[in-house]
């Protein structure tokens, strides 16, 4: 499965040299002609490639919103961050998380090189509050915690309403994970574009308060001071003599490497009465990765899923012809296939380590509602397997997930468009539409540096 990408990363915008955003736009501009032309390429892509495109919202309801978003194109000309937003309202209507136009990065580069500024405040959405996390302005007077009701007189829930339809989630509690992650000043510029002054209105000891706050500078004021919620570092530590703690880092990238951390850390982590893996605030990946993690909690050989299908298209051989190994099975299997034919692909068991060297302590496996894509899937593995305890909250996506994505461009536009090609069913079967729920409840409160999931499952096993 595709690693799910979280975009914006400090380190891509400190190495992009400047842009000059007059030039950047004239060189990006699109008729009304190119816009609609692709609108119905889309459409037709999404219905011939997506495994399942009314699995969460009606075709009615889908072709309602596609009509409504064509006729919103009037102007006769269109820049590429307006073409990413009109597109994304068709494809967001699915409402499939891995099913998406993906947040335009080169854009907001060109931005903030360019002294671009954004809103000062990143929020957190607890109890259907929306509450300060951060707050990046001069403004000392606005709390952690503070309640944020209004954005230049408009509510804050109007503001939700139009950024939403720029987030691919399959329920609102997905969504406001993703807004925290992708950061409400990011996505305000993106819908609301740039402005220099806004007026906030927050709650503050049951009181009402508003405030003047400037505009940030994107790259030097923002961006440059920050850490993104994800986390993609890997991490080996002791919290005891008892009980050890991994955080495995991305299922992606180098497996090699990966195997290399897995298999040194187990050496350390073996004698360990405990042993806590950390899947929170993971992007996902591979479920070969995952596998491999796995394959050291196991007792017996084991499923990822209980059920994986594909469906073939036209656009799919395309993509497979021109960036896969076609003489693998998995591949093979896709050019085979007809276009639109939807078929069972059998992954078999996986094997466990053997049992020298596999960890035979306690597991327990932390998740939050930013524990995306492959992390999910992997500890809903992991708790239908019975291998381990899941500790924190529910995540945010589903462990049946509409996933396996793979990627094309609009042939008008070149914009790219993820879709979703492939459905995993958790190993259970059970597809509830919920996230993984935790065999033990601890909320993740991220309005502070505390870790309440790390540390209140610490003090029960110790």
């Known amino acids: 499965m595709n690693k799910y990408y979280i975009v914006i990363l400090i380190s891509l915008i400190l190495s992009c040299k400047s842009i000059n955003r007059t030039n950047f736009k004239v060189q990006n501009q699109f008729s009304k002609t190119d816009i609609l032309s692709d ?16 699995a969460y919202t009606s075709k009615s309801e889908f072709e309602e919103n596609y009509s409504k978003v064509k006729h919103e194109v009037k102007k006769d000309s269109f820049s590429i961050l307006e073409g990413v937003k009109i597109f994304q309202k068709i494809v967001s209507k699915a409402n ?6 993906p947040f335009p990065v080169q854009p907001y580069i060109s931005f903030a090189q360019n002294g671009g500024t954004i809103f000062p405040l990143e929020v957190a959405i607890e109890n259907g509050k929306v509450l300060i996390r951060k707050n990046w302005s001069k403004n000392s007077n606005i709390k952690i915690g503070d309640e944020l009701t209004n954005i230049n007189n408009i509510p804050i829930n109007k503001i939700l309403k139009k950024i939403y339809p720029q987030i691919s989630a399959e329920r609102l509690y997905f969504k406001n994970a993703q807004l925290e992650n992708l950061t409400l000043p990011r996505l305000y510029w993106l819908v609301f574009g740039e402005q220099i002054t806004f007026m906030v209105m927050v709650i503050q000891k049951g009181e009402r308060s508003t405030y003047k706050l400037k505009s940030i500078k994107a790259k030097e004021e923002y961006e440059m ?3 993104d919620i994800i986390k993609h570092d890997k991490l080996l530590k002791m919290l005891s003599n008892n009980t050890a703690y991994i955080r495995p880092g991305d299922f992606g990238g180098n497996l ?41 909690i196991a007792n017996k050989p084991f499923l990822w899923s209980s059920k994986f299908q594909l469906k073939t298209s036209t656009l799919l051989k395309e993509n497979t012809r021109q960036t896969k190994d076609t003489t693998q099975k998995y591949w093979k299997y896709i050019l085979e296939h007809k276009n639109g034919e939807i078929y069972d692909y059998d992954f078999g068991f996986y094997k466990p380590q053997p049992i020298a060297k596999r960890y035979q302590g306690k597991v327990y496996v932390l998740v939050n509602r930013q524990s995306y894509s492959q992390s999910t899937v992997t500890t809903a593995q992991i ?43 958790r190993v259970s079967g059970i597809d509830n539409n919920k996230g993984v729920v935790p065999n033990i409840i601890i909320k993740d409160h991220l309005l502070d540096e505390k870790d309440e999931i790390l540390d209140g499952l610490f003090k029960k096993i110790e």
């Open 383 to 425: 708790q239908d397997h019975g291998f381990g305890t899941i500790v924190g909250e529910e995540t945010g996506e589903y462990p049946n997930l509409y996933a396996s994505i793979f990627n094309y461009k609009l042939p008008k536009t070149g914009i790219s468009v993820d879709i979703s090609k492939g459905k995993i069913n």
């Open 225 to 227: 001071k920050r850490d």
């Open 256 to 296: 090699n490497k990966f195997k290399q951390f897995i298999d040194s850390s187990f050496i350390e982590i073996k004698n360990k009465k405990n042993l806590i893996i950390d899947l929170r605030n993971h992007s996902g990946g591979d479920n070969e990765f995952g596998d491999y993690l796995v394959s050291y």
């Open 39 to 54: 609108l119905e390429f889309l459409k037709t892509s999404l219905e011939n490639t997506h495994i399942n495109l009314y």
């Open 96 to 101: 499939n998380g891995h099913t998406r136009i």
